[in-house]
């Protein structure tokens, strides 16, 4: 019984203790911006907040309430995808590029991306075909989408986390983006 | 062994753990955390099904390093956890989606049943495995037979099978990381492959080259029953005096299970012998069994047998226990002869079999032989505490000590022996509950 109590303790104890080194209180785009991509890009990512104003700041300010992006799925959906910050004094070529990803069948149905590229940097993710079997699956759409973009815009790759929930979603996306960035050459 | 055993798991759920920390970049909510803390149950319940019926494949470094009996106390241990762990991924994963989606968690939890693939399914795994929880409970398995017990408890396989395909279809790590996906199946495979290898091809395969068949059956005391299976190469089964099979016997109403009961002697190229008491419906069966039925047994399985290491020897039998160590007291290297001594306890006189046999033996091999007949409140003593047995065998702390018999008298005997100064590595047993 006193082994029975201890395993179990010690399991509770474990798992809160993965969960809590995991855990970033800050909003979802702020903090994958500050943390995962290397500061240069993050700094432009962030410089281009104030440029749109009312797009950004609105992804920031539900961020702070809603971090997860559930609350107003939709509003934030396409501010951050239209976050364009402005390429002042990149070392590189700025010529900006459309690639549009591979179709990628997911059980709920296709999923495309198309990524706008300024040089190799990635300015914007779009959605051309999203999953929409039914009312759930587009409800789960409306709270992953924009979450991906955020993470993909952060992250300047396809290397993101899939979002909780939207497992299908997510692979479609990952892959759709992985591919327009290959066929770009990014 | 067992400790390297133990360590393996170890390893197997720390890597179970790599694979969720790999694929979460950071927790961002509560919502979020939430529903990690549900992965990280699920993922290793899911693990832990597999260590489970792993523990029950009949693996023979498994069956010989660490012993059935150990084995099947780890698996009662860990199916408590498993389920423990399985319930709580459901709470929390439900808890946390329903926390991201700003949805009450009644209503996530329809969500889930209705628009998630296979979730519809797992539920019913999880639900099966509640009630297989609830009845193998241990006050409610007294007021159910071992048979109903054992039945039910093959749902599991059932229920694991329902759970897998959510797991593939819905973990995040197994959606997105093909090689995680891929290496998990294999896990899964492995298991399923050394199941179906050694719990159905290889009593097979032993039937064929051994073609047990009952040849009779003898009554040794009331209740206790020998029973004299023929065959063909016995000899080569390369049993171990203390060891034993699992025995299906072939005729109406025993031929779905298999038990464990010790050899009571050493093959003979064409016969052996086991040794079982009545106590439940198949044990008590054995007594009517009539000559010519077939017989499936697998084995040799058990970790109870004699260590080579030359010291002296204290065997220790409680009732039926006598079983493996009368093999093994007819058995011992002949170097040992020197400083043998056999306790056997039993509540009754009628209760002692193989008496003339173990007489026998003892002359032949210059051994010391007790027999403590009573309870413990008939002697007025408990001839196992450290006192008496200290005793009994002057100098224990030379021994090499093997204990077999029920539950209580193993584990008293045990301490005994550890207060008077005989090593754990010295000391060998093995009990009859299971």
């Given at each position: 019984m006193r082994r029975a109590v201890l395993t179990l303790g010690g399991t509770v104890a474990g798992i809160a203790a993965l969960v809590a080194v995991k855990y970033q209180p800050a909003p979802s785009t702020a903090a994958l911006a500050g943390t995962i991509a290397p500061p240069t890009r993050g700094a432009m990512l962030v410089q281009g907040t104030p440029a749109t104003p009312s797009g950004a700041g609105g992804a920031a300010g539900t961020g702070t309430k809603a971090p997860s992006g559930g609350a107003k799925p939709h509003a934030t959906a396409k501010p951050s995808a239209t976050v364009t910050p402005k390429p002042s004094g990149t070392r590189q070529s700025t010529a900006t590029r459309v690639s549009t990803g591979a179709v990628e069948s997911t059980r709920y149905g296709p999923m495309q991306v198309q990524v706008t590229l300024a040089g190799t940097r990635i300015t914007k993710v779009t959605v051309l075909q999203e999953t929409n079997v039914g009312g759930t699956s587009s409800q789960i759409d409306a709270m992953a989408i924009p979450k991906l973009t955020a993470e993909a815009l952060a992250a300047q790759s396809a290397k993101i986390d899939a979002v909780s929930g939207a497992s299908y979603t997510s692979a479609g996306y990952i892959q759709s983006l992985q591919s327009a960035l290959d066929k770009a050459g990014a | 062994m067992p400790g390297l055993i133990l360590g393996v798991i170890g390893l197997g759920a720390a890597a179970v753990l790599w694979l969720w920390w790999k694929d979460t970049t950071a927790v961002h909510s509560l919502g979020d955390a939430l529903t990690n803390v549900g992965r990280i149950c699920g993922l290793l319940a899911a693990y832990g099904f597999v260590v489970l019926v792993g523990l029950m494949a009949r693996l023979p470094p498994l069956e010989r390093g660490v012993g059935a009996d150990r084995l099947a106390r780890w698996h009662a241990m860990g199916g408590r956890y498993v389920i423990t762990l399985v319930t709580g991924h459901v709470l929390f994963i439900t808890w946390g989606y329903a926390v991201t989606a700003h949805e009450l968690v009644t209503h996530q939890a329809v969500t889930f049943l209705t628009s998630y693939p296979d979730i519809l399914t797992a539920t019913m795994a999880w639900s099966l495995l509640l009630v297989i929880a609830a009845?193998?409970?241990?006050?409610?398995?007294?007021?159910?037979?071992?048979?109903?017990?054992?039945?039910?408890?093959?749902?599991?396989?059932?229920?694991?099978?329902?759970?897998?395909?959510?797991?593939?279809?819905?973990?995040?790590?197994?959606?997105?990381?093909?090689?995680?996906?891929?290496?998990?199946?294999?896990?899964?495979?492995?298991?399923?492959?050394?199941?179906?290898?050694?719990?159905?091809?290889?009593?097979?395969?032993?039937?064929?080259?051994?073609?047990?068949?009952?040849?009779?059956?003898?009554?040794?005391?009331?209740?206790?029953?020998?029973?004299?299976?023929?065959?063909?190469?016995?000899?080569?089964?390369?049993?171990?005096?203390?060891?034993?099979?699992?025995?299906?016997?072939?005729?109406?109403?025993?031929?779905?299970?298999?038990?464990?009961?010790?050899?009571?002697?050493?093959?003979?190229?064409?016969?052996?012998?086991?040794?079982?008491?009545?106590?439940?419906?198949?044990?008590?069966?054995?007594?009517?069994?009539?000559?010519?039925?077939?017989?499936?047994?697998?084995?040799?399985?058990?970790?109870?047998?004699?260590?080579?290491?030359?010291?002296?020897?204290?065997?220790?039998?409680?009732?039926?226990?006598?079983?493996?160590?009368?093999?093994?007291?007819?058995?011992?290297?002949?170097?040992?002869?020197?400083?043998?001594?056999?306790?056997?306890?039993?509540?009754?006189?009628?209760?002692?079999?193989?008496?003339?046999?173990?007489?026998?033996?003892?002359?032949?091999?210059?051994?010391?032989?007790?027999?403590?007949?009573?309870?413990?409140?008939?002697?007025?003593?408990?001839?196992?505490?450290?006192?008496?047995?200290?005793?009994?065998?002057?100098?224990?702390?030379?021994?090499?000590?093997?204990?077999?018999?029920?539950?209580?008298?193993?584990?008293?005997?045990?301490?005994?022996?550890?207060?008077?100064?005989?090593?754990?590595?010295?000391?060998?047993?093995?009990?009859?509950?299971?």
């Amino acid at each position: 019984m006193r082994r029975a109590v201890l395993t179990l303790g010690g399991t509770v104890a474990g798992i809160a203790a993965l969960v809590a080194v995991k855990y970033q209180p800050a909003p979802s785009t702020a903090a994958l911006a500050g943390t995962i991509a290397p500061p240069t890009r993050g700094a432009m990512l962030v410089q281009g907040t104030p440029a749109t104003p009312s797009g950004a700041g609105g992804a920031a300010g539900t961020g702070t309430k809603a971090p997860s992006g559930g609350a107003k799925p939709h509003a934030t959906a396409k501010p951050s995808a239209t976050v364009t910050p402005k390429p002042s004094g990149t070392r590189q070529s700025t010529a900006t590029r459309v690639s549009t990803g591979a179709v990628e069948s997911t059980r709920y149905g296709p999923m495309q991306v198309q990524v706008t590229l300024a040089g190799t940097r990635i300015t914007k993710v779009t959605v051309l075909q999203e999953t929409n079997v039914g009312g759930t699956s587009s409800q789960i759409d409306a709270m992953a989408i924009p979450k991906l973009t955020a993470e993909a815009l952060a992250a300047q790759s396809a290397k993101i986390d899939a979002v909780s929930g939207a497992s299908y979603t997510s692979a479609g996306y990952i892959q759709s983006l992985q591919s327009a960035l290959d066929k770009a050459g990014a | 062994m067992p400790g390297l055993i133990l360590g393996v798991i170890g390893l197997g759920a720390a890597a179970v753990l790599w694979l969720w920390w790999k694929d979460t970049t950071a927790v961002h909510s509560l919502g979020d955390a939430l529903t990690n803390v549900g992965r990280i149950c699920g993922l290793l319940a899911a693990y832990g099904f597999v260590v489970l019926v792993g523990l029950m494949a009949r693996l023979p470094p498994l069956e010989r390093g660490v012993g059935a009996d150990r084995l099947a106390r780890w698996h009662a241990m860990g199916g408590r956890y498993v389920i423990t762990l399985v319930t709580g991924h459901v709470l929390f994963i439900t808890w946390g989606y329903a926390v991201t989606a700003h949805e009450l968690v009644t209503h996530q939890a329809v969500t889930f049943l209705t628009s998630y693939p296979d979730i519809l399914t797992a539920t019913m795994a999880w639900s099966l495995l509640l009630v297989i929880a609830a009845i193998s409970a241990r006050a409610a398995r007294r007021k159910v037979s071992y048979e109903t017990w054992y039945y039910l408890h093959l749902l599991t396989y059932a229920s694991i099978v329902l759970a897998l395909f959510h797991q593939l279809s819905d973990g995040a790590s197994f959606v997105t990381d093909h090689t995680a996906r891929v290496a998990w199946m294999a896990m899964y495979a492995v298991v399923a492959g050394f199941i179906f290898w050694y719990r159905f091809v290889t009593p097979l395969r032993m039937l064929a080259r051994h073609r047990f068949t009952v040849m009779g059956v003898r009554e040794e005391a009331p209740g206790v029953v020998s029973v004299y299976i023929g065959g063909r190469e016995l000899d080569k089964m390369r049993a171990e005096p203390g060891q034993f099979f699992r025995w299906r016997f072939l005729t109406k109403g025993l031929a779905w299970q298999s038990h464990p009961y010790s050899l009571s002697a050493m093959p003979q190229p064409d016969m052996v012998r086991i040794t079982v008491k009545a106590r439940g419906h198949h044990s008590g069966s054995m007594a009517h069994l009539q000559p010519g039925t077939r017989v499936i047994a697998e084995g040799p399985y058990g970790a109870f047998t004699p260590s080579l290491s030359g010291r002296r020897v204290l065997m220790i039998a409680g009732g039926v226990g006598i079983t493996p160590i009368r093999a093994m007291f007819a058995a011992l290297p002949p170097r040992v002869s020197d400083g043998i001594t056999l306790i056997y306890r039993a509540s009754h006189p009628r209760d002692i079999v193989f008496s003339q046999e173990l007489d026998a033996i003892a002359a032949d091999r210059n051994a010391t032989l007790h027999y403590i007949i009573g309870s413990r409140a008939e002697l007025g003593y408990d001839p196992l505490a450290p006192e008496e047995l200290g005793a009994l065998v002057p100098g224990l702390h030379r021994y090499e000590a093997y204990v077999c018999g029920p539950n209580g008298m193993t584990q008293a005997a045990v301490q005994s022996l550890h207060a008077l100064g005989v090593k754990r590595r010295h000391v060998h047993h093995e009990t009859f509950d299971f």
